[in-house]
């Protein structure tokens, strides 16, 4: 069992950055080997993938968010992070990190002027 705690969300402006941070309590050598992913859901949407990584450092992104966010891992740290940059209104939503089937409980992310 994984729990999963978000943070770094809040307001932004259109263009702006944030990095979100997850952090992972629990066995280490378990967060070693499972991928790690970012998730969104805005208000009267489905949740929908942002970003994965796997174990051995391997990405993938949504269409929507390519080249403007990154995700990386520390796993000495058991952490998982979402660099966001040139944010968009379109970015505003909850943003959950998962991993093993484990669902953090979410940070808000709002992007507005």
């Known amino acids: 069992q994984v729990q999963l705690v978000e943070s770094g969300g809040g307001l932004v402006q259109p263009g702006g950055s944030l990095r979100l941070s997850c952090a992972a309590s629990?066995?280490?050598?378990?967060?070693?080997?499972?991928?790690m992913g970012w998730y969104r859901q805005a208000p009267g949407k489905q949740r929908e993938v942002v970003a994965t990584?796997?174990?051995?450092?391997?990405?993938n992104y949504a269409d929507s968010v390519k080249g403007r966010f990154t995700i990386s891992r520390d796993n000495a740290k058991k952490t998982v992070y979402l660099q966001m940059n040139s944010l968009k209104p379109e970015d505003t939503a909850v943003y959950y990190c998962?991993?093993?089937?484990?669902w953090g409980q979410g940070t808000q992310v709002t992007v507005s002027s």
């Open positions: 998962t991993c093993m089937g484990s």
């Open positions: 629990g066995s280490i050598f378990i967060f070693n080997l499972y991928a």
């Open positions: 990584i796997t174990s051995g450092g391997g990405t």
